[in-house]
């Protein structure tokens, strides 16, 4: 493609990039999907001379890269970067910019992964976080040690409770100490909210979720805009070598090209199930950003699209309640994970989140997780009636 022509796409919608962005057909074959390039290294066209500047697949495979275009062009940033895994990308990034003896806040409500890589591996490492209320601008102001703080760490909406952070407004914050913001936008995804767009400095991804979206592929991204960063972060990631490898980077374009439509759908389903549970007598209490009771409702509707898959709930019953209903559904699949075109449910106290029991991130007993997927509206409503007994 030409230059005008990248420029030309650049400027497209969301759908159109999503198809396109990336990957040129090839130039021998014009095959339209880029192929599965299985291959560890290239022969080179004289000692040093690199064609297209492929060496080794752990520094660069043209798979890889058409993903990595992909999706730089979706977060609307300059460079994408594809790993191995949501926490693989994670650790890169906080190991591009941070040093030991540094400091980072991070959300009181998270995915338990990602508290889990801070809480037993960065802070081993030397670098310290502390949990703040993320809804809360005034408490990560705080909560910033001038100087050592080098990151923000954002998840909005969080996972297992769906609170909202303010990107545009901690992204200031963030800056006025001399701080990057990094957000997680894989409850979001790049379709219902663009965080380089309101001023986050990183972007990352557990792109097992929604960007993949069928659930037979583990991976994660970062993408940022930052030129110095973005090399920062290719130097990491070539030195670390927690790189996607070419199938896992395919699956993952495959499934970025449909994400449009599928988080449509989403959200369409979510909205249902939301309006059942909100009026269902077992149920206490819908964590849900759509709701206009959701106390980040209007920071919501102000910087994402619609409001996802993603749904919590609690239940009268207790935990033993919560148990059940995770047990007795037969359309929604008991099991970690979320994003996929599949429903889901799980009880993030003994399943996702048992690693921040008895932290300042324990979630409620009584609390059930769903991702709602994209099959037909009420036969999930259905299956919710039938296992809320
Ligand atoms: C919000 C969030 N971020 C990051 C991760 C980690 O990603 P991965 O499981 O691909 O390592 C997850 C996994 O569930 C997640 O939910």
Same mark, same amino acid.
């Given at each position: 493609?030409?230059?005008?022509?990248?420029?030309?796409?650049?400027?497209?919608?969301?759908?159109?990039?999503?198809?396109?962005?990336?990957?040129?057909?090839?130039?021998?074959?014009?095959?339209?999907?880029?192929?599965?390039?299985?291959?560890?290294?290239?022969?080179?066209?004289?000692?040093?001379?690199?064609?297209?500047?492929?060496?080794?697949?752990?520094?660069?495979?043209?798979?890889?890269?058409?993903?990595?275009?992909?999706?730089?062009?979706?977060?609307?940033?300059?460079?994408?970067?594809?790993?191995?895994?949501?926490?693989?990308?994670?650790?890169?990034?906080?190991?591009?910019?941070?040093?030991?003896?540094?400091?980072?806040?991070?959300?009181?409500?998270?995915?338990?992964?990602?508290?889990?890589?801070?809480?037993?591996?960065?802070?081993?490492?030397?670098?310290?976080?502390?949990?703040?209320?993320?809804?809360?601008?005034?408490?990560?102001?705080?909560?910033?040690?001038?100087?050592?703080?080098?990151?923000?760490?954002?998840?909005?909406?969080?996972?297992?409770?769906?609170?909202?952070?303010?990107?545009?407004?901690?992204?200031?914050?963030?800056?006025?100490?001399?701080?990057?913001?990094?957000?997680?936008?894989?409850?979001?995804?790049?379709?219902?909210?663009?965080?380089?767009?309101? *001023?986050? $400095?990183?972007?990352?991804?557990?792109?097992?979720? /929604?960007? +993949?979206?069928? #659930?037979?592929? %583990?991976? =994660?991204?970062?993408?940022?805009?930052?030129?110095?960063?973005?090399?920062?972060?290719?130097?990491?990631?070539?030195?670390?070598?927690?790189?996607?490898?070419?199938?896992?980077?395919?699956?993952?374009?495959?499934?970025?090209?449909?994400?449009?439509?599928?988080?449509?759908?989403?959200?369409?389903?979510?909205?249902?199930?939301?309006?059942?549970?909100?009026?269902?007598?077992?149920?206490?209490?819908?964590?849900?950003?759509?709701?206009?009771?959701?106390? *980040?409702? $209007?920071?919501?509707?102000?910087?994402?699209?619609? /409001?996802? +898959?993603?749904? #919590?709930?609690? %239940?009268? =019953?207790?935990?033993?309640?919560?148990?059940?209903?995770?047990?007795?559904?037969?359309?929604?699949?008991?099991?970690?994970?979320?994003?996929?075109?599949?429903?889901?449910?799980?009880?993030?106290?003994?399943?996702?989140?048992?690693?921040?029991?008895?932290?300042?991130?324990?979630?409620?007993?009584?609390?059930?997780?769903?991702?709602?997927?994209?099959?037909?509206?009420?036969?999930?409503?259905?299956?919710?009636?039938?296992?809320?007994?």
């Amino acid at each position: 493609m030409s230059d005008q022509q990248h420029e030309h796409l650049a400027k497209t919608g969301f759908e159109t990039r999503a198809i396109h962005a990336g990957y040129d057909p090839d130039p021998t074959t014009g095959a339209v999907i880029p192929p599965i390039y299985a291959t560890s290294t290239y022969k080179q066209d004289g000692v040093g001379g690199l064609r297209g500047g492929y060496e080794y697949s752990r520094s660069a495979n043209p798979t890889r890269t058409a993903l990595e275009g992909n999706l730089a062009a979706l977060e609307e940033g300059e460079r994408g970067f594809a790993f191995a895994s949501g926490l693989a990308a994670e650790d890169t990034l906080v190991r591009s910019t941070t040093a030991p003896g540094d400091h980072v806040v991070i959300p009181d409500d998270a995915y338990g992964g990602t508290f889990r890589l801070f809480d037993k591996v960065e802070k081993v490492w030397g670098v310290d976080h502390t949990p703040v209320a993320l809804s809360d601008v005034d408490a990560v102001r705080a909560a910033i040690r001038p100087g050592q703080t080098k990151l923000v760490w954002v998840e909005t909406p969080t996972n297992p409770m769906l609170t909202i952070a303010d990107i545009e407004a901690l992204a200031a914050v963030a800056h006025d100490a001399g701080a990057r913001l990094v957000v997680d936008n894989t409850f979001a995804s790049p379709y219902l909210q663009q965080p380089l767009t309101l *001023g986050a $400095d990183a972007v990352v991804h557990s792109t097992t979720k /929604y960007c +993949g979206g069928h #659930s037979d592929v %583990v991976g =994660g991204a970062v993408v940022v805009r930052d030129l110095d960063l973005a090399e920062r972060v290719a130097f990491h990631q070539n030195a670390m070598g927690a790189v996607a490898g070419p199938f896992d980077a395919w699956l993952t374009l495959r499934g970025l090209r449909t994400l449009a439509l599928r988080m449509e759908r989403h959200s369409d389903n979510a909205e249902k199930v939301v309006e059942f549970l909100t009026s269902h007598e077992a149920v206490t209490h819908v964590y849900y950003p759509g709701l206009e009771s959701h106390p *980040g409702h $209007d920071v919501a509707s102000r910087q994402m699209r619609r /409001y996802g +898959g993603m749904v #919590s709930f609690r %239940v009268a =019953g207790g935990e033993q309640q919560a148990l059940a209903v995770c047990e007795g559904t037969s359309v929604f699949t008991l099991g970690e994970s979320l994003g996929g075109v599949e429903s889901l449910i799980e009880h993030p106290g003994r399943m996702t989140h048992a690693s921040v029991a008895g932290t300042d991130l324990e979630v409620p007993a009584d609390l059930v997780r769903l991702s709602v997927g994209i099959e037909t509206a009420d036969d999930l409503v259905a299956d919710l009636e039938r296992a809320l007994g």
